[in-house]
């Protein structure tokens, strides 16, 4: 995510973050941590991740100030994994073992990333405020837009669940008021006919990252700024039963990171940038371990592999990954009975 007007987005997440220290640091000259390495939380988090597992730097020279490396997801089929270097307008590709090489620009600084049900590319746009899909002939089709006459402010990231219905973040980014964007955060739900287009959310500061839980009845949300996760179950036409909010997680700390992109395991484990590293809570929100990966922010996650035991993972400048010992779970998702 990216905030217009000459305010990057490493100053407003650093302006998020408690206490003076982090506000003085700041996400964008913020010091790596001190040595890569994988923190064991809680009992038997050995059996999720390896604490003797390297962490290793797969590639970097990305990101800037209109952006970071961003919206990492698996592609099976091909064995690689894309992600978005926003700053440079640009679609990556890393296939394991050979370099990394730009296969799509520019992409309207395109962010968050995932696959639908049939396997579809689906992209937040930030440069032209929407949602699309990239069909299998080449073509777009724009999922969403705008909301009762009113552009979005820049989508930023997006899930879609197995009956094909699309969730995505809206964070309100704009540095100067305009009648014709939306005047606050939101996050929405598109119905998979793309015929019906609901606001679920419009009381988050930063909605950024967001995932199903392994059965889908919970849906998780990042507030950035607020440096938690909240937790929301799902009503029967896919909408948020309002009374179950809560908050999940809160991974603030004296450590420079944010919450921000999110993806959950086959156990239902949940992995989030925070501060000082990636967490993993179960399925209650409690912190089981951490992955420091010695950079001040993770923008976002993504399992991949030919098994899905590999966590991607982006920051502002690199692309990184770790082996899991719990498969994550796979895109597109399957449709369930």
Not at 3 to 31: C, Y
Request: hydrophobic fraction near 35%; aromatic fraction near 8%.
């Amino acid at each position: 995510m990216t905030i217009e007007h000459g305010i990057s987005r490493r100053r407003m997440l650093a302006l998020s973050a408690a206490g003076s220290a982090a506000i003085a640091t700041g996400i964008r000259s913020g010091s790596a941590q001190a040595g890569k390495r994988i923190e064991a939380l809680a009992p038997d988090f050995d059996k999720i991740v390896s604490t003797s597992e390297p962490i290793l730097e797969l590639a970097g020279g990305f990101g800037g100030d209109d952006g970071p490396a961003e919206g990492p997801v698996w592609w099976k089929e091909g064995g690689y994994l894309l992600f978005n270097d926003i700053h440079n307008n640009r679609r990556m590709k890393y296939t394991p073992g050979q370099s990394v090489t730009q296969v799509k620009k520019p992409t309207n600084q395109a962010n968050g990333l995932t696959r639908d049900i049939q396997g579809r590319l689906v992209a937040c746009e930030q440069e032209t405020r929407r949602v699309v899909r990239e069909e299998h002939d080449g073509s777009t089709t724009v999922i969403a837009s705008s909301f009762q006459g009113l552009r979005f402010n820049r989508p930023n990231d997006v899930v879609v669940k197995s009956d094909g219905a699309i969730y995505f973040t809206d964070p309100l980014t704009r540095g100067i008021a305009d009648q014709t964007y939306l005047t606050y955060a939101g996050v929405f739900r598109v119905s998979a006919d793309l015929g019906t287009l609901t606001l679920l959310a419009n009381d988050f500061i930063v909605p950024n990252g967001l995932a199903f839980s392994s059965d889908e009845s919970v849906l998780y949300i990042n507030d950035s700024r607020r440096r938690h996760i909240r937790a929301f179950d799902l009503a029967p036409n896919g909408t948020l039963a309002r009374q179950t909010d809560r908050v999940f997680a809160d991974l603030g700390g004296t450590e420079s990171g944010v919450p921000d992109g999110m993806k959950v395991d086959s156990a239902g484990n949940v992995y989030c940038g925070g501060s000082g590293g990636i967490y993993v809570l179960d399925t209650k929100g409690k912190k089981l371990g951490r992955i420091v990966h010695g950079q001040p922010q993770t923008t976002n996650l993504a399992f991949g592999g030919p098994d899905w035991k590999t966590l991607y993972f982006t920051n502002w400048n690199f692309l990184g990954s770790v082996n899991v010992k719990v498969p994550g779970l796979p895109l597109p998702t399957a449709r369930k009975s």
